[in-house]
């Protein structure tokens, strides 16, 4: 590659294509043949396609995951609450198979009538003209430790400056103690040591989105990766749009991992928990279109945070049996009414913390401690 186009490994590369040919892929007595359909002449339109196509394949992915969510449940670590039990109702089914939704309909009549391109047949593409661009990877200036006999130049003299006194690296327990809070925490994963502690309700904010969107992006490259080595290489349209997926998805983690070794010490050698020790539960409601939260109860450690979780999820539990349970007996899963268990458990959480399942709520974490440990 590097003779043919100049390739670095110290580059990231982005492939335009400018001109290009659409083909439908049919099997006539065990041969695969081909068609002409569409003919893309310039990268503009080739760029339209694509943003259309793949549209349409992320609502398909989408309508999947919200079934297989409906099936496992809610996850554990849930934050904000949905309303009403819709939350796991399922998309419907026809003959075993899903029926695409309003919307998947829609797009599809827009890509057949725009490039006589169905999203549920085979195609691929023959690319006639592309250019290649190219850019430095840049992963943050390197850190380049000072010694203590570093050397100086010919002629110049040594001054105090060239040789600063060491500093005591910050170590964990140095942290725990001047925040309030453990070194080290134990789970059934291992043992996690403190990296930080972050305070405030927006850089809280922040890194949990951060650390949601690099662990969903980096499951998302593996999951690509898995598919694109899976997708016979005679489908080159599935393989284009996976390969496409993979480099973006690439450069949005880049990206995000950057800001995350700056703030954080992030690595992606490593697996981290986010352990709140301050926070607040709102509840959310409505009025003149407007969405309005007041606090109705304060979290003043990891303890009784994680004491509501426990006894929120345990609720959320039981209403998704009871949802499987009444889909298993073919009954109506809408306005269920809660079980003597569900209501026992919704009084112990309106006593405790003024929180009704059944309604909306949202969670301010002021205080939160960070720990890591490597990936074995």
């Given at each position: ?38 003919v893309f002449k310039n990268a503009r339109d080739y760029k339209g396609f694509q943003q259309k196509r793949d549209f349409y394949l992320r609502l398909k992915l989408e309508q999947v995951k919200a079934v297989q969510a409906a099936d496992k449940g809610a996850p554990s670590t849930a934050v904000f609450v949905d309303k009403g039990s819709d939350t796991f109702l399922p998309i419907a089914e026809q003959d075993g198979n899903l029926k695409p939704t309003t919307e998947m309909d829609k797009k599809s009549k827009e890509l057949q009538q725009l490039y006589n391109y169905d999203p549920e047949k085979n195609y ?253």
């Open positions: 590659m590097a003779k043919h186009y100049a390739y670095s490994l110290k580059k990231n590369y982005v492939k335009v294509i400018h001109e290009a040919s659409l083909l439908s892929v049919t099997k006539l007595k065990g041969k695969a043949m081909t068609e002409i359909v569409h691929r593409i023959n690319a006639e003209k592309i250019a290649i661009y190219a850019r430095a990877v840049r992963l943050g200036t390197p850190f380049k430790p000072r010694s203590s006999q570093g050397k100086h130049e010919a002629g110049t003299p040594k001054t105090s400056q060239t040789n600063p006194p060491k500093k005591s690296p910050v170590t964990s327990e140095m942290i725990a103690k001047a925040k309030n809070v453990p070194a080290t925490i134990k789970s059934p994963q291992g043992v996690f040591t403190l990296v930080a502690v972050v305070e405030g309700v927006n850089s809280n904010h922040r890194l949990s989105n951060s650390l949601r969107a690099a662990a969903a992006q980096r499951q998302r490259l593996a999951e690509l990766s898995q598919q694109f080595n899976k997708t016979p290489t005679k489908f080159m349209q599935q393989r284009e749009m996976i390969a496409g997926e993979i480099n973006e998805t690439k450069k949005v983690l880049e990206s995000n991992i950057r800001i995350m070794v700056k703030n954080y010490a992030y690595s992606v050698k490593n697996k981290y928990v986010q352990v709140p020790h301050q926070a607040s539960l709102l509840s959310v409601t409505e009025k003149d279109g407007e969405a309005k939260a007041k606090k109705i109860y304060q979290f003043k450690s990891s303890k009784d945070y994680h004491d509501f979780q426990k006894k929120r999820d345990f609720y959320l539990r039981l209403r998704v049996e009871q949802y499987k349970a009444a889909k298993a007996a073919k009954k109506t899963t809408r306005n269920l009414k809660p079980t003597p268990e569900m209501n026992e458990k919704s009084k112990e959480l309106q006593q405790l913390y003024q929180y009704d399942p059944q309604k909306t709520y949202k969670v301010q974490i002021q205080k939160t401690a960070l720990y890591a440990r490597p990936i074995r």
